[in-house]
Each structure stands twice: as C-alpha cells, then as structure tokens.
T-cell receptor, first 116, second 114 residues
Framework: AQSVSQHNHHVILSEAASLELGCNYS??????LFWYVQYPGQHLQLLLK??????LVKGIKGFEAEFIKSKFSFNLRKPSVQWSDTAEYFC??????????????FGKGTHLIIQP | DGGITQSPKYLFRKEGQNVTLSCEQN?????MYWYRQDPGQGLRLIYY???????QKGDIAEGYSVSREKKESFPLTVTSAQKNPTAFYLC?????????????FGPGTRLTVL
C-alpha cells in the first residue's frame, strides 16, 4: 500500500519568507503526484501536478514543486510567501498503473500560517 | 456553471441511524470518489467509482456503502456499523480511466453524530 509523508504538520513564516514543504511517498511503481491546498472555508483545490516529463512543475500562485524519483520526493516551494498563502497543504499520490482513475493517497497535511 | 455539489453542508444524526450524503457533478466526469477528512489525518479514501454501476472499496470502506446508478451522482450512506462517523466528508470527480486528470472536490458535508 502507498503512503505519503509530509514532514511538517505546522509551519509559521513571516511574509516574504521562502517556503519549502516536504513530501515523500512510499511506492516503487510509476506515480502521479499532486499538491492540493485548502484555504479557510474554501474547497480543496489543485496547486500543481506531475504526471511525466520535466520534474520541475509550476503551479498556480507562484508555487512550484520538484519530483526527485531517487528520493521518492515531491517538495513544494515558493520563493516569497504572502499572508494569503495561509492554508492547509496536502501532498497526494496515485498509482499510474491504475489508469489514473484510482483514488488518491494523501499525506496528513501541513498547516501553514503566514504572519504579516 | 460546472462543478460538484454536496448536500447538506451540515448533518446531525443520532447514534444507530443510517444517513445518506449526496454528491452530484455536472462535469461529465466518469470517475467519482468519497474521502473522509479528520483533523491531523489528511484525507482517506472511502469508496470510488470509475464508471456507472461499478465501484471499489477504498482504504476505510467499513461501515459505509455507495451506489452509482447515474454518471452524475454518487451518494454515500454512513451506516450504524461505522464506529466513528463524525467527520468531514468530501466528494470528488475526475475524467476517469487514462485521463490522468486531477480530481475536483466538492465543498464537503460535515457529519456530527450526537
């Protein structure tokens, strides 16, 4: 069974600081990788995704993530955070051999608080 | 306006009662999913359906049941056999097999057992 580990459950940063949220998964096969964000009171929405190709993917709102296959990692980064980035962030993975329609395995989430 | 709707937003039930959560999508997606979200636990997969009239158990299916009679609808029943049903329930949909698309999520239903 797959599992996803997010290293930090709570992160507090000041505005303009750089952000990196760690994500590691345990699965030896080919995977699809996602980062979702849940802003307070809003739907869970996709930040970015990786299926194949360039391991550095760019998402919405200035976020990016790098897939490092040898480390089973998909860390999320943003060079300069804003107060509006305060949210819960989830890393997720599914098995590409399932055709991409299997359910996602999520990490436990990282609660990010940006202080003005 | 395409999207996923879940109803009700808040639901209260007494112990021992079954309750059904609604999920409807007008995105013409083949695949639909139910997740449960608990504080500090992330989201866990309950059931999913890749096509109409077919569904598979997820990681925590015990105490839950689903049906997929129509492409746009995937209701979840929380039965009295579910030992700890109080949680936030999220429905999602995606393009389905070979689409490799992301999953789109609904607003959720918060179930509280009294």
């Amino acid at each position: 069974a797959q599992s996803v580990s997010q290293h930090n459950h709570h992160v507090i940063l000041s505005e303009a600081a750089s952000l990196e949220l760690g994500c590691n998964y345990s699965y030896g096969g080919t995977v699809n990788l996602f980062w979702y964000v849940q802003y307070p009171g809003q739907h869970l929405q996709l930040l970015l995704k990786y299926f194949s190709g360039d391991p550095l993917v760019k998402g919405i709102k200035g976020f990016e993530a790098e897939f490092i296959k040898s480390k089973f990692s998909f860390n999320l980064r943003k060079p300069s955070v804003q107060w509006s980035d305060t949210a819960e962030y989830f890393c997720a993975v599914n098995d590409r051999s399932g055709g991409g329609a299997d359910g996602l395995t999520f990490g436990k989430g990282t609660h990010l608080i940006i202080q003005p | 306006d395409g999207g996923i709707t879940q109803s009700p937003k808040y639901l209260f039930r007494k112990e021992g009662q079954n309750v059904t959560l609604s999920c409807e999508q007008n995105l013409n997606h083949d695949a639909m999913y139910w997740y449960r979200q608990d504080p500090g636990q992330g989201l866990r997969l309950i059931y999913y359906s890749q096509i109409v009239n077919d569904f598979q158990k997820g990681d925590i299916a015990e105490g839950y049941s689903v049906s997929r009679e129509k492409k746009e609808s995937f209701p979840l029943t929380v039965t009295s056999a579910q030992k700890n049903p109080t949680a936030f329930y999220l429905c999602a949909s995606s393009g389905g097999l070979k689409s490799y698309n992301e999953q789109f999520f609904g607003p959720g239903t918060r179930l509280t057992v009294l």
